[in-house]
T-cell receptor
Framework: AQSVTQLGSHVSVSEGALVLLRCNYS??????LFWYVQYPNQGLQLLLK??????LVKGINGFEAEFKKSETSFHLTKPSAHMSDAAEYFC????????????FGTGTRLKVLA | GAGVSQSPSNKVTEKGKDVELRCDPI?????LYWYRQRLGQGLEFLIY????????KSGLPSDRFSAERTGESVSTLTIQRTQQEDSAVYLC??????????????FGPGTRLTVL
């Protein structure tokens, strides 16, 4: 069965520092992978998605993620953190063509320190 | 344009009462999804509607949970005889179509349900 693991429920970085949020998936077939962000009191917003095209995916707000099949990973990065990046981030996987069911990770809350 | 809206934003109820949660999808979106987000956990799929097809109810945790959607419009999620373990944020999402797992789901802000 497919699953998603997000390492670190809370991550703190200094403003201007590299952001790295980890996501590992388990899937028997090539997956579709997603990163969503949830700002306080708001719904989830899609940051980026991988759909078997380029392995390096660029998203909104300067975020990007790289699909690494050998490591079954899809880590989210941003070169320089901004205060406005403070939010909760969710990784999700869908590995069945034609399915609409995403499996979500438990989320990582990012804190940006001034 | 308008996004997915949900009401109420917060609901506090007593154990054993019924509650009804509402979702207004983005206009024109044929697919609608309900998820549950318990504290400290990821999103849990509950139910899916696609146009006039029979809904996929495989994620509903018990027969106390039900949902309806008329055509491609509003959906309501009903929880009967609420229990404390039903306390969670209930999220609704919609997408233009559901195709191969690549279609983007747009989420509403959620309804926070607290069962006392």
């Amino acid at each position: 069965a497919q699953s998603v693991t997000q390492l670190g429920s809370h991550v703190s970085v200094s403003e201007g520092a590299l952001v790295l949020l980890r996501c590992n998936y388990s899937s028997s077939v090539p997956p579709y992978l997603f990163w969503y962000v949830q700002y306080p009191n708001q719904g989830l917003q899609l940051l980026l998605k991988y759909t078997s095209a380029a392995t390096l995916v660029k998203g909104i707000n300067g975020f990007e993620a790289e699909f690494k099949k050998s490591e079954t990973s899809f880590h989210l990065t941003k070169p320089s953190a901004h205060m406005s990046d403070a939010a909760e981030y969710f990784c999700a996987v869908s590995d069945q063509p034609g399915t609409y069911k995403y499996i979500f990770g438990t989320g990582t809350r990012l804190k940006v320190l001034a | 344009g308008a996004g997915v809206s949900q009401s109420p934003s917060n609901k506090v109820t007593e154990k054993g009462k019924d509650v009804e949660l509402r979702c207004d999808p983005i206009s024109g979106h044929t697919a609608l999804y309900w998820y549950r987000q318990r504290l400290g956990q990821g999103l849990e799929f509950l139910i899916y509607f696609q146009g006039n097809s029979a809904p996929d109810k495989s994620g509903l945790p018990s027969d106390r949970f039900s949902a309806e959607r008329t055509g491609e419009s509003v959906s309501t999620l009903t929880i009967q005889r609420t229990q404390q373990e039903d306390s969670a944020v209930y999220l609704c999402a919609s997408s233009l179509i559901a195709s191969g797992g690549t279609d983007t789901q747009y989420f509403g802000p959620g309804t926070r349900l607290t069962v006392l």
